[in-house]
């Protein structure tokens, strides 16, 4: 844990800025995301040292449904209690997760050096 929230990290603040977290609850993408539920101790580490402010976007896919909605609702009670917007989506497969990080992209693209406002 403490080497993923190091490269978290240096991601957000040593090469640009904020980025997208996209995160398959249903641990299809091999063996690297597949197996047993964090324990209490990673899971504590993650809460205590991960910033909102380090990601662009969550977006989680796969996973069943009430692991879904207890997600839904800690990105909603984190909104209520953190001074950061943490913009968080939940979609069905890994292709409907792609299509969205590509359309949020295009969407939040800064202007064209030049361009009116």
Same mark, same amino acid.
């Given at each position: 844990?403490?080497? #993923?929230?190091?490269?978290?990290?240096?991601?957000?603040t040593g090469l640009?800025?904020?980025?997208?977290?996209?995160?398959?609850?249903?641990?299809?993408?091999?063996?690297?995301t597949s197996g047993?539920?964090?324990?209490?101790?990673?899971?504590?580490?993650?809460?205590e040292h991960v910033?909102?402010?380090?990601?662009?976007?969550?977006?989680?896919?796969?996973?069943?449904?009430?692991?879904?909605?207890?997600?839904?609702?800690?990105?909603?009670? #984190?909104?209520?209690?953190?001074?950061?917007? #943490?913009?968080?989506?939940?979609?069905?497969?890994?292709?409907?997760?792609?299509?969205?990080?590509?359309?949020?992209?295009?969407?939040?693209?800064?202007?064209?050096?030049?361009? #009116?406002?």
């Amino acid at each position: 844990m403490r080497q #993923l929230v190091g490269v978290f990290h240096e991601l957000a603040t040593g090469l640009g800025g904020p980025f997208y977290l996209v995160v398959d609850l249903g641990g299809s993408m091999g063996p690297m995301t597949s197996g047993p539920p964090l324990s209490v101790m990673p899971r504590k580490y993650l809460a205590e040292h991960v910033r909102p402010e380090w990601f662009r976007a969550i977006v989680f896919f796969g996973g069943k449904r009430p692991q879904r909605e207890v997600l839904r609702a800690l990105v909603v009670a #984190l909104q209520f209690t953190g001074r950061v917007k #943490l913009e968080a989506e939940f979609l069905e497969t890994a292709k409907e997760a792609r299509a969205w990080l590509e359309s949020h992209r295009e969407r939040h693209l800064p202007p064209p050096a030049g361009a #009116l406002p």
